[in-house]
Structure formats: structure tokens, C-alpha cells
């Protein structure tokens, strides 16, 4: 008899949500997490009364009911509206491109004037476009490309648009309204007091064990569980038996201020090259917070080394994506074992969509689990 129904493997929004819902339902459940605290990536933190986003910033958005009522259970949203500003060399834009940024770009007042600038800048990419650069160009023109594309871009995926895939903005969000709201979900907002204490109460009576990484004793954890949950890298559970999948991720330099208001706005995107940072981020704004000092949040884009740096962004270009087949195969063979989450699944899922995954999935795995409860790891 294994001292434990289910084996977690990371604190974040899929393995907290297994870990509740399995607790819920009469199942022993034990959480493993490899950082110093739980919440995954969404993990926040109180620095002079500010809550600080750790790993970079969390818009809560979403337009699925089931979820949207499902976390309001855990938090209480504040009326938070994601309009992040573009910076091009000092000059400030309206994002996403709608008709603030066509009036302060070219002047014009009206949708028609805007559509004809475009359509007249686009004109020169003719037939299929062929990279990035082509396929930005002919859907919003040279000088939105220019100013507010090109150089955030190039930072952004470390080369020149010219060599990246037109697949990675074969839409770009273009409105022709005065509408900045970055989303277009029903609800969005930032969860009062943060979104560590979110887990907390997820995880509330469930054994945590942090700074435990699963990997470096799997037998030894697989022995104390019938079934495993796990929520890391897919490729590093198979110790990259098949080679590594590749993210994208960002190095975040938190700094403090001892002025009350660094930009006047929570996100802001700077798009020209030169400066080699992608965005700096006030964290006070996510919460309309009136302290005296503030935290600001550098984004700077880095290389992907396994194992070194952290896995963001998967990218799911047709290589990777290739190659995670490979890993989804081995993983179907892993009878005592279920893989989950971001970095389980090895897909870009924003929260709500973790929230929805986890909550759908989670019944698989005691369905399955009730059958094979003899069964050992
Ligand atoms: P994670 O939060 O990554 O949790 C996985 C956990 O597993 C981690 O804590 C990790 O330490 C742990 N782990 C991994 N390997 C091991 C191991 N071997 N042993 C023990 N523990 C292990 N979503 C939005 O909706 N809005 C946003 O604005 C937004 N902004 C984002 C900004 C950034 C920079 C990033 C990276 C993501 C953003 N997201 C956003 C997405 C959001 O973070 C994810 O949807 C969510 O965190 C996924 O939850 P998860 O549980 O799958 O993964």
C-alpha cells in the first residue's frame, strides 16, 4: 500500500487545481515543487504593499463562464483593464493598434482614412508574403511595421523578422475604434491582495513539500504514490531522450523606486531595438495602489538553455510540435502517470485556460485511477 492516492508534480494553477479537486473527492494527494513557493508562474509577491508579479505580468481575462465563476470562489477581481502603451524612441502609442494609434501616427480622425494609409502601405508586398516582415507589412503597413513591430520582434524572438515564419503573426490585432482594452474577453481584472494567496487556499490542508525537485529522485516519490501527476517539461521527464524542445523565455529585473509613479500605466512596451529590454512593468497599476515608493519590472529577452534558464513560452512551430508528438507517444505508455499544464502539455494556455484544462481533466485521471487502484507504479 502506497502512502499516497496521487503524486503532484508543481504548484502552479494545473497541479493546485488536481490537488484541490482530488482532496475534495476523498483522495490523499501530495504536492512536490521544485522553486520555494507554490503558484507556478502566476506566483505574486508582497514588496512594500505592493503585490509583485515574479515571473512576469498576469492579466486575468476570460469570457468562459464555468471558470470565471470558478475562481471568483478563490478571489475577489479588481476592475483592471489591460491598455498597454507603445514607446518607439520617446514617442507614445495607443495599443493594440486601433484608432488612437492611426490619429497620433498619421493624424487622420476617421476608419476609411486609416484603412486607405494601410492598404497604400501594403501595396508593394505583392503575392504571398514570404517571412514575418512581408506578412506584418502587408497587413498594417510600413510604418506601424516600422515604429512598433520590427524592432519589439527582433528582440523578442532574437533575429531579424525577415528570418522568422510568417505563421507567427498571420493575424495581428488591428481595430479601426477608438477601443484600447488589450482583451476582448467579458471578464478580466486582477485578483485583490494577488494571486499567491489564490493557492493558498487551493492548496489549504494538502501536503506541500517545497524546493523538492521531482526529478532528481523519481523512483523514490513514484514509490509513494499509485498515480503521478506532473506538471514540468515533458521532454526533461524523458530526460531528453528525443532532444530538447525549445521556449522562449525573458530574464525579469525587479527594481524599486522611492517615488510613488515611475510611467503611469502598468505595462509598456518599448518597440524600438536599440533599447534591450522588451517592456517594464509597474506593478502598482495592476492594483490602482497609492504607496509612496513602486516596483518595476525589466523584460529582458534571453537564449533558452534546458535545465538553466526558464521554460516560458513553448514555441509551436511545426519542428516542436514534431517533436512533442515523439513525447506524447511515450508519455501514452506511462500507465501511472498523467501529464498536464503548460509545460506538460507543452502548449501556450493562458490561465483560464489552464483553470479549464485542469478542471476538465482532473475527472480522467480518478476515472482511470478507481480502475486500476491495484494496480502499482
Ligand atoms: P506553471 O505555472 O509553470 O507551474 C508548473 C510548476 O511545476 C512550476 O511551479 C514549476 O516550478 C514546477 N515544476 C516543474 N518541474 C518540476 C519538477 N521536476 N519537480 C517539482 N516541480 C516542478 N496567462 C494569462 O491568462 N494572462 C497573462 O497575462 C499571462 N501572462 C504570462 C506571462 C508570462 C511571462 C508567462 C510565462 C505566462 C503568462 N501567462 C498568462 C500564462 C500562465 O502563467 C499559465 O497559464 C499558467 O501559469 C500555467 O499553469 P501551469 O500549472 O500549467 O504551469
Redesign the pocket.
Known sequence: QKPYDFLI?????????CARELTNQGYSCLV????D???????TEKRDDIHL?V????????SNEKVWTWINQYAKFNHYT?RPIANYKGELFALPFNMWTFNQLWNVNTPAEAQQIIAEQGKDIQGEPQNLEEQAIKLVGKDIYEKLIKGYTAKQWMKDPKELPKEIIKRLPVRFTFDTNYFNDRYQGIPEGGYTQIFEKLLEGIEVRLG?????DKSTFNAMANKVI????ID??FNYQHGELEYKT?R?DHVKHDYPNHQGVAVMNYTEEEIPYTRIIEHKHFEFNETPSTWISY?YPEPYKADVT????PVNDQVNNDLFQKYRSLANQEEQVFF??????YK???????IDR?LTMVNTFTKKSMNDSTTTG
Do not use: W
Open positions: 508534480v508543481g504548484a502552479g494553477f494545473f497541479g493546485s487545481i512536490v515543487e521544485k522553486r513557493h507554490i503558484g507556478g508562474n502566476c506566483y508579479h515571473y512576469g505580468a498576469h492579466i486575468f481575462h476570460t489591460n523538492v525537485d521531482y526529478l532528481a506532473y506538471t514540468g517539461p526533461s521527464y525573458t525579469f523584460e526558464e521554460p516560458y513560452y498536464g499544464g503548460r509545460l506538460g502539455e501556450y494556455y493562458d490561465m483560464h485556460q489552464i485542469a
